[in-house]
């Protein structure tokens, strides 16, 4: 009995292998660079399961009917020290309505975007994944603003939907020319929800 050996599939598998690690590798270096990026941050956590990372200068502000910020019915407003700084971009988290049963993540995601008092970009819509739960990125204009940007990112756990909004007060084409977007990154990197 022969057996046939074929060059070309050994190099393809050599080759394979080799680009599976390389992308192994960039997986484990970004992971690492975040967790060091947030290491000595700030662990907030609401009762409504969902936690984050905030840098450790940045303060946590609440409605003023809302005297708990853990509560899981406040917004919370993660913002940076200095009050000309919040111009360059604050973060604020908030539980919004539960996914009806039975309705489909993209039919709720869709309903979901069109909630907000805003003009959503057209083509800006990205489904991602964060910390393994379904999230939309979406970008808005807000008319009432100088029509700054404004990036909200929703995310789903079961039936519940929390919403990211990053937004400034400094006039800005794109949300990414604000300084505290990169902070604002890692903070959503971090975001996680109890299963």
């Not at 598998?13 to 970004?30: K, Q």
């Not at 019915?73 to 988290?93: I, M, T």
């Not at 805003?118 to 603003?145: C, F, G, M, Q, S």
Request: proline share 8%; aromatic share 10%.
């Amino acid at each position: 009995m022969t057996s046939s050996h074929n060059p070309h599939a050994s190099r393809f598998n050599s080759a394979g292998g080799m680009l599976c690690s390389i992308a192994l590798a960039f997986l484990i270096v970004g992971s690492v660079l975040v967790r060091a990026q947030t290491e000595n941050w700030k662990s907030f956590s609401n009762r409504a399961g969902w936690s984050i990372k905030y840098p450790p200068d940045w303060r946590i502000d609440i409605c003023k009917s809302c005297p708990d910020p853990k509560n899981p019915d406040a917004y919370v407003n993660f913002v940076p020290p200095a009050e000309r700084d919040s111009e360059q971009g604050w973060l604020k988290v908030e539980r919004l309505g539960g996914r009806p049963p039975g309705m489909s993540m993209d039919d709720w995601f869709a309903d979901i975007k069109q909630s907000e008092n805003l003009i959503p970009e057209e083509d800006k819509d990205l489904r991602i994944t964060l910390n393994d739960l379904a999230a939309l990125k979406v970008r808005y204009h807000n008319p009432k603003d100088a029509n700054n940007e404004i990036e909200v990112v929703y995310v789903l756990h079961a039936l519940q939907t929390f919403s990211l909004t990053f937004s400034g007060t400094k006039p800005n084409p794109s949300v990414e020319s604000l300084k505290n977007y990169p902070v604002y990154e890692r903070m959503l990197a971090s975001f996680k929800v109890k299963p």
